[in-house]
């Protein structure tokens, strides 16, 4: 297994540009979140899936789109990236609610100009 | 909102001590997990300890829920346990299961 992935490692946006982080996970598992961390403030939720087709927003949402059309995927878009929105991305996943195991992808590094 | 703090925030050991670090939170929760933050930046889930004691070699967690605190042990440390420590956890009355993060404790070992 190849556990969570995450694409890119490393992203350099200009303000008002867009793009799609990418997170796969081969392990079955129905929840799906994303996170975001900055220095000195740990790890802070961004939006969260609990199977297909299901998501909901979490700590810190707002300038993040999110949707689940296969139990694999949970892409995280930026429609206009802000230099606010440079911090390291984490995405997890576990088999049922996110109170079970989490398992986190290496991170997408994005620093926005 | 529920607050979860760890302490000390940094720590600096030799090679061989021991070491015990602190998780608080304000409220009750389903679980809590401790996180192991490489300098590389992975993050590694090193329990899921809801309550009583776990050990994994030379680290150990016990939480006590209704006192609601945490405690992860790290024995014989060496140079691979650097990195960040964080606990995280998840609301009692949480629908969906979201996990809050304490700050984290940076945890560097000298040879």
């Known amino acids: 297994n190849a556990g969570v992935t995450q694409t890119p490692k490393f992203q350099v946006l200009k303000t008002g540009q867009s793009m799609t982080l990418q997170c796969a996970q081969d392990?079955?598992?129905?929840?799906m979140s994303w996170y975001r961390q900055d220095p000195g403030m740990g790890l802070r939720l961004i939006h969260y899936?609990?199977?297909?087709?299901?998501?909901d927003q979490g700590e810190v949402p707002n300038g993040y789109n999110v949707s689940r059309s296969t139990t694999e995927d949970f892409p995280l878009r930026l429609l206009s990236a802000a230099p606010s929105q440079t911090s390291v991305y984490f995405c997890?996943?576990?088999?049922?609610?996110?109170?079970?195991?989490?398992?986190f992808g290496p991170g997408t590094r994005l620093t926005v100009t | 909102g529920i607050q979860v703090e760890q302490s000390p925030p940094d720590l600096i050991l030799q090679e061989g001590a021991n070491s015990t670090l602190r998780c608080n939170f304000s409220?009750?929760?389903?679980?809590l997990q401790w996180f192991h933050q490489n300098p590389w930046g992975q993050l590694i889930n090193l329990f899921y300890?809801?309550?009583g004691t776990k050990q994994n070699g030379r680290l150990s967690a016990t939480t006590v829920a209704t006192e609601r605190y945490s405690l992860l042990y790290i024995s014989s440390s060496q140079t691979t346990d650097s990195g960040v420590y964080f606990c995280?956890?998840?609301?009692?009355?949480?629908?969906?299961?979201?996990?809050?993060f304490g700050q984290g404790t940076e945890l560097s070992v000298k040879p």
């Open positions: 997890a996943s576990s088999y049922g609610q996110g109170s079970d195991e989490q398992y």
């Open positions: 409220d009750s929760v389903n679980n």
């Open positions: 899936s609990v199977g297909a087709g299901i998501t």
């Open positions: 392990m079955n598992h129905e929840y």
């Open positions: 300890i809801p309550s």
């Open positions: 995280a956890v998840d609301l009692l009355y949480n629908q969906g299961g979201k996990l809050i």
